[in-house]
């Protein structure tokens, strides 16, 4: 009888070891962890068996497999809790060297495991393991964002496609497939990895095929030179299994580009265009002069001008009327993919409407000059004739310049600005009661580059204190208008418009909006440091503006 007392205790180590062995290599994941799992089940089963309510702790030593379980009891005078507490008395019963406020450790004995406490200590060692398995799928995928991955459809599931990648499960969701595109369980695909989240069910990895850096990635693998870094690809845009767009620039002179990445007879970019389902790819030469850029980014179509608003952000392209047509291209897709490229709007204009344009605003200024300036028609329009477009251009430039124009001597040049400068500040007495009218303090127009003008548009947003404003990002204040494209083409959609930030139309900088912000919140700081006294550390100012923007 002693004998197989004896023998059950070490099969059931020999097993317990074993069982944690064989998890361990199955799922990859540290035999540690499986270890501390069976340690946390069999806690519980203990609890289960002598009382929730006690201080139960186990140790399963990995190496020899001696399962130790013990009660945990602190020391007091008066135990209110004779569960985890107990008086010096007792205590010295367990331990004869135990004083006041120590922790001591009960010895029980092992446990025999009924059906239902074995049933809750797999199901706690299968949580405990199925957390580790995720964990270990995060910390592997996490880093491996913008790599282009092979796996197997595993199942289609409401259109998004999931995809056996060997040690865990990706997702390539509807919006980031290739339209059209049909794929089968079984199917070996590759995409990108875009996005590793850590969420409560377990890592979600999302994939993608239709993202411009899987295009990217596709290349790089075919074309050594751009695997090699002499080939880069500066910029790319796609309209998934349609079209797509690549700029690509050579760190040799003696390598063409565009050659490199199409291939002998198109071997290289026809093996792209395969994966990609057949998708056209315009290969152009990228260029730091962005007119020549958007004039290859709108190939094949023929370009006869480009003029850029850079503070906009904005590039109108004047076509021949012919090729109008080819620069918008079908439902609009050449000049949107071009606007991706040079990432800028880009306005698709025939010589006709470029003149009738240059004609309209040459009226509109000359008008302006005339009633500003009280000037007759022929000298408002040798103003603008000579590239004066507002008042404050006339104001502000030197009289020298103004002199220099034909016909003009420096007595006119300083009587011209000075009636400029008088309509200016005309404008701004107008504006500053318009703006008192709306109800916006006077502590706005002492903020920097703040004119009374933008005070106008504040109080029509309803930006009326110093609080209004301070309350506002950065980007809420100045970020530019993005418009789609211009589309003149026959039955194509409206353009649509992002309002931008409240002083969009004004042209400020990052700089002079987080300037703005910073000073609309000064008095905050100022108030802080008098309710928190002298003895206070002070916080720097922009401390707090991040502090509050978070």
Not at 171 to 177: P, T
Not at 438 to 449: F, T
Not at 529 to 536: F, Y
């Amino acid at each position: 009888m002693a004998t197989a007392a004896t023998a059950a205790p070490t099969a059931n180590r020999a097993e317990l070891l074993a069982i944690a062995d064989s998890v361990a290599r199955e799922k990859l994941i540290d035999r540690g962890i499986v270890i501390e799992a069976m340690e946390d089940a069999i806690q519980r089963a203990a609890r289960a068996r002598y009382g929730a309510e006690n201080d139960i702790r186990a140790k399963l030593d990995g190496e020899t497999g001696d399962l130790r379980l013990w009660r945990v009891l602190e020391v007091v005078e008066e135990p209110e809790d004779h569960f985890k507490q107990v008086d010096l008395k007792g205590a010295q019963k367990l331990q004869a060297d135990a004083n006041l406020g120590d922790f001591i450790v009960d010895p029980l004995p092992p446990i025999e495991f009924g059906r239902i406490a074995a049933q809750a200590a797999k199901q706690v060692i299968f949580q405990k393991v199925r957390d580790a398995e995720r964990e270990r799928q995060y910390e592997e995928f996490k880093d491996r964002v913008g790599e282009v991955i092979t796996g197997v459809v595993k199942r289609v599931e409401f259109g998004h496609v999931v995809v056996d990648l060997g040690r865990a499960e990706g997702v390539v969701r509807r919006d980031a497939q290739i339209p059209r595109e049909m794929v089968r369980v079984g199917d070996r695909v590759r995409s990108l990895i875009l996005r590793v989240a850590r969420e409560t069910r377990g890592p979600q990895i999302f994939l993608s095929r239709a993202h411009p850096d899987f295009m990217k990635k596709l290349f790089a693998q075919e074309v050594p030179e751009i695997y090699d870094g002499i080939i880069e690809i500066k910029a790319a845009a796609r309209d998934p299994g349609s079209r797509a767009k690549i700029g690509v620039i050579s760190r040799d002179s003696s390598i063409d580009p565009v050659g490199a990445c199409v291939g002998m007879k198109g071997s290289r970019v026809q093996a792209v265009v395969q994966e990609l389902q057949g998708e056209k790819i315009d290969i152009i030469p990228w260029s730091e002069d962005t007119a020549t850029f958007v004039v290859n980014a709108l190939q094949p179509a023929t370009v006869s001008r480009v003029v850029i608003d850079e503070e906009e952000a904005r590039i109108e392209v004047v076509v021949p009327d012919d090729q109008l047509s080819l620069a918008i291209g079908r439902r609009g897709q050449n000049v949107r993919l071009a606007s991706q490229l040079t990432n800028s709007q880009i306005d698709i204009l025939t010589e006709a409407d470029a003149s009738e344009k240059r004609q309209r605003e040459f009226v509109e200024r000359s008008t302006m000059f005339q009633e500003e300036l009280d000037v007759d028609e022929t000298l408002a329009q040798l103003l603008v004739a000579e590239g004066f477009t507002s008042l404050e251009e006339v104001a502000y430039v030197e009289a020298d310049e103004i002199a220099s124009i034909e016909g003009l001597d420096e007595d006119i040049a300083a009587e011209l600005q000075s009636r400029a400068s008088e309509a200016l500040e005309r404008r701004e007495a107008a504006a500053r009661e318009e703006r008192r009218t709306l109800g916006v303090d006077d502590a706005l127009a002492e903020l920097p580059h703040l004119n009374e003008a933008m005070l106008v548009t504040l109080g029509k947003a309803g930006i009326k204190t110093l609080d209004d404003l301070a309350d506002l990002a950065t980007d809420e204040l100045i970020q530019k208008k993005r418009q789609e494209p211009r589309r003149r083409a026959e039955n194509a959609p409206q353009r649509t418009e992002d309002k931008g930030g409240l002083l969009a139309e004004y042209g400020l900088s990052e700089e002079q909006g987080n300037e703005i912000i910073m000073a609309a919140r000064a008095h905050w700081f100022e108030d802080e440091a008098s309710a928190s006294g002298p003895e206070d550390e002070p916080q720097s100012q922009e401390d707090a503006v991040a502090e509050n923007e978070q």
